[in-house]
Each structure stands twice: as structure tokens, then as C-alpha cells.
């Protein structure tokens, strides 16, 4: 990925990026801690969020709350461009004390309704609005134009996403979003391949097949950093790392804090509180 412009702050990261020649193999599944949200330019590719697949229109808008598993698929060798603005909940909370320009990224099921279309956002000039971030070089100006920006996108996102609420979300229909409810709901509990295998009537290398197809990475995979996601969340907020391990599912602390400090490059003790 080419990041051609950002900036960053402790509680917001705006970046402007492009794939001259995107490669698939480049773009994996992950989560974050913040909110995200990500704005398409241009490009032949589709979004996956916790099973569900999103195309993708040149003005459209994607959002994901934290813990909200995501990867673009790219379809084809065009060019990718797009921008995205990550921020935590704290700094919305300063301005939005109750929450309620969030409610589009909260008040929704896991993997749906994570899209905007351009129909919905038309005539805003969005892309204008992120470049004028980065127009300036004073920091202080930036940091005040990336507020603005901000919490426009969230007066207009939460908008739209009002409009929408004589709409309900059927409850899932392909199998893959029946196993990826599945294992969100029973995350923490005791998993494996085989018995979800079990669980679906598949074979381990189909259920493993259609998983992959679906979030783009393993079911193991996708347990270990949803797991790892909480676990770090619980241990910021004072619990012990040994206690926040057992609590999310993990039975050995010698293996979570392995796989701890292969996902966040430190020990869980660095992140306590």
C-alpha cells in the first residue's frame, strides 16, 4: 500500500492512499481498535466486513465500529485509491458526550450496514473535503480541519443512517454469514475448526474454503486476532493480562501471550494501564 499522505494524533489517523498496480495478496483481514471510516475513489474492488461483501462505487463510504473484522478484495488490476480516518471513541465523547452521531456504527448488527452509496452522500464533495487536510502544514490548522472533517462525516453518516430506520436486518442467509455470526456470538467459548466444521455440515476444507472466501483469512486466524482485540482492550481498561487471556477464550497464557506479542509486536504487560 502507498500511502501518499498522512497525519496522525493519539486519537485520530487520517491518511490518503494509492495502488498504482494493486495486488490482491497485499491486502489482508484486520481489525481496529477505533472507528473507521473509509471513503472509495477509484478502483475495481469489493469489501468484505464479517462476512458480508460490499462492491464498491467510486463516492461511496464504508464504516467499522471497533472489533469489526474488514479487508478490500481486489478484483482486478486498476488503479485503487481511497481515504480513511480512524478515530477512538474518547474523542468523540468530548464533543458527543452521549454517543449519538455514533449510532450508525453502533446500532446495527456485526457486518451490517456498513456501506453508504454515492446517492446518499452526493453533491457533500467529500474527496475535497479530505484533501483540504492536508492543504495545510501547520499542525495546529490541520488538527482543526481534521475535527471539522470529521464530525461533518458523522452529522452526515448519522443522517442517512436515520433515514434508514423503518429498515431491519434480516437475520443471516448464506452460510457464511451464519458461521461468522456463530462464532461472534460463542467467540470466547471453547472453538474449533472441527466441531464448527461439525456444526454446518461441512468438511473442514470447505468450511475452511467458504471462510476464507467470505472474511478473507482462516477461521482460526480470525478467532485469534478478534480474541487478541478484546483481551487488550480488557487489560487497558485494568484487568490483568493473565485474567484478560482466560476471559477471551485463550485456556494457556503461554500461547496468548505468544500469539499477544506476534499480533502487537509487544507483551501484554506494556499495554496495561
Known sequence: MDILREYSTDNVYIRYAVD?????????????????????I????????????????????????????????????????RYAINFSLPFVKNIDSLGRLLRAFNDRPLGRGNLYYPTETAGKNISNMFSEVFAVSDDYEKSLRITALLFLLLDMINKEFLNRTDFTYPPPKSIAEKIVSYINTHLFDTLTVSALSKRFFLSTSQFGRIFRQATGTSPWEYITIKRLTAAREKIRGGMTAQNAGVCCGFKDYSSFFRAYVKYFGNSPREDKG
Open 42 to 81: 477509484s478502483g475495481n474492488a469489493e469489501y468484505l466486513v464479517e462476512g458480508s461483501r460490499y462492491p464498491l462505487y467510486s463516492g461511496c463510504i464504508l464504516i467499522m465500529r471497533p472489533s469489526e473484522s474488514h479487508r478490500v478484495k481486489i478484483l482486478g488490476s486498476t488503479k485503487y485509491e
Open 20 to 40: 498504482e498496480t494493486p495486488d490482491d495478496r497485499n491486502f489482508i483481514m484486520h481489525v481496529h481498535e477505533q472507528f473507521e471510516i473509509y471513503y472509495f
